[in-house]
């Protein structure tokens, strides 16, 4: 037990000297994890680096059902129109429901605006975790429900602050 544990201080000493990790961390649905918690997440990701001006991937294209956090850079999501609804940034998350959602396409076009750092989860590694360890799973499912409630809050409050400006406009 004791070499446990001072592996598990080795690990956790060596990832928050990295700042990537300290950026998942400082995630709001990080907030209410234990260290340890927040470890075996983080580890459940690949962290990748995207050049600027690499393509996502394009509205209508098939998943490859990968979960993708942002903890460096911006990506541009456009219409398939090709206007530009938004840009993400760090914090944010794409490909959500293409990964919870097996037969789901994409509904944008996603661009590295600038280099980009990523979190990704593909849905093929996710199960196998999910088989191999319940608990762990379970951990992960916990943390996707959190992600899909603060996109929810955005858009709601996103909605009240344009239903205000329009109402405003009309006295």
Same mark, same amino acid.
């Given at each position: 037990?004791?070499?446990?544990?001072?592996?598990?201080?080795?690990?956790?000493?060596?990832?928050?000297?990295?700042?990537?990790?300290?950026?998942?961390? %400082?995630?709001?649905?990080?907030?209410?994890?234990?260290?340890?918690?927040?470890?075996?997440?983080?580890?459940?990701?690949?962290?990748?680096? +995207?050049?600027? $001006?690499?393509?996502?991937?394009?509205?209508? %294209?098939?998943?490859?059902?990968?979960?993708?956090?942002?903890?460096?850079?911006? +990506?541009?999501v456009?219409?398939?129109?090709?206007?530009?609804?938004?840009? @993400?940034?760090?914090?944010?998350?794409? $490909?959500?429901?293409?990964?919870?959602?097996?037969?789901?396409?994409?509904?944008?076009?996603?661009?590295? +605006?600038s280099?980009?750092? @990523?979190?990704?989860?593909?849905?093929?590694?996710?199960? +196998?975790?999910?088989?191999?360890?319940?608990?762990?799973?379970?951990? @992960?499912?916990?943390?996707?429900?959190?992600?899909?409630?603060?996109m929810?809050?955005?858009?709601?409050?996103?909605?009240?602050?344009?239903?205000?400006?329009?109402?405003?406009?009309?006295?």
């Amino acid at each position: 037990m004791h070499m446990t544990n001072n592996l598990l201080s080795a690990y956790e000493a060596t990832l928050e000297s990295s700042p990537t990790y300290m950026r998942f961390r %400082g995630m709001p649905a990080c907030a209410t994890l234990g260290a340890n918690e927040s470890m075996m997440l983080y580890s459940c990701f690949s962290a990748i680096d +995207v050049a600027a $001006g690499e393509l996502f991937y394009e509205a209508g %294209g098939v998943s490859d059902h990968t979960v993708r956090l942002i903890m460096d850079g911006r +990506v541009s999501v456009a219409a398939p129109t090709d206007d530009l609804y938004i840009e @993400l940034q760090a914090g944010d998350t794409f $490909g959500l429901f293409s990964f919870l959602d097996e037969e789901r396409v994409h509904s944008a076009t996603l661009r590295a +605006v600038s280099d980009v750092t @990523l979190l990704t989860l593909n849905r093929e590694y996710f199960n +196998v975790i999910t088989l191999e360890d319940p608990a762990m799973g379970n951990l @992960l499912l916990r943390f996707m429900f959190r992600l899909l409630s603060q996109m929810s809050l955005k858009l709601d409050t996103e909605y009240a602050a344009m239903h205000r400006y329009v109402t405003a406009r009309r006295m």
